[in-house]
């Protein structure tokens, strides 16, 4: 139910939905073929990400746009992308998905070198643009320490009609430190398991 306009794209979309239903429209012979797949999962310790026997074509096709055509087509790509990120955070939250889906910086430096290897900037520097655009959105998660959290604490001083006490606002930045401390060292435990070959994966309790 989504337009793709590239490999990546398709490969995004397959991943968050693992062991989950898929319609997919494809164009072979001159004619649109409808079929409903079902996303394999991969093993936790590999990320329990979705995939299917999918890879990318030789042949790919190049679309010129005007200046304003465009814009017009990067603000509907960053509208999926951002739809995209906020239904990954929902499952996350929810339980529906794990957090060993959450790529940290060593996974992050591992993808950028292989865009960087396929020899197309193009590919590279759409690479950047997500995990720029994806950044930004966790940036503005109301948690304290993020711009999001500050947000937040303006809003509702706005609502209160009043200023917050600092110790208050002190003991709301240490919370927010203390979660994102140990987000990231969760992400990147997850990383790092992830790097290592899948016979060792049965010395870790997760």
Known sequence: GQEVGDYSQVQQIIRARPEMPTTIEIQRNGQI????????????????????????????????????????????????????VGEILGRIFTGRMSVKTLSGPIEIARYSGGAARTGDPRVLLSFMAIVSLQLGLLNLLPIPVLDGGHIAIILFEGLIRRDLSMRVKERMLQVGMILLMTLMLVVITFDVIKSMPSSWSGLWPF
């Open 33 to 84: 073929i409808e079929m409903t797949l079902t996303p394999a999962r991969l093993p936790e310790e590999q990320g329990g990400y979705g995939y299917l026997g999918i890879w990318r074509a030789i042949e790919t096709t190049r679309h010129h746009y005007s200046f304003f055509g465009a814009v017009g087509r990067s603000l509907s790509e960053m509208k999926r992308q951002v739809s995209l």
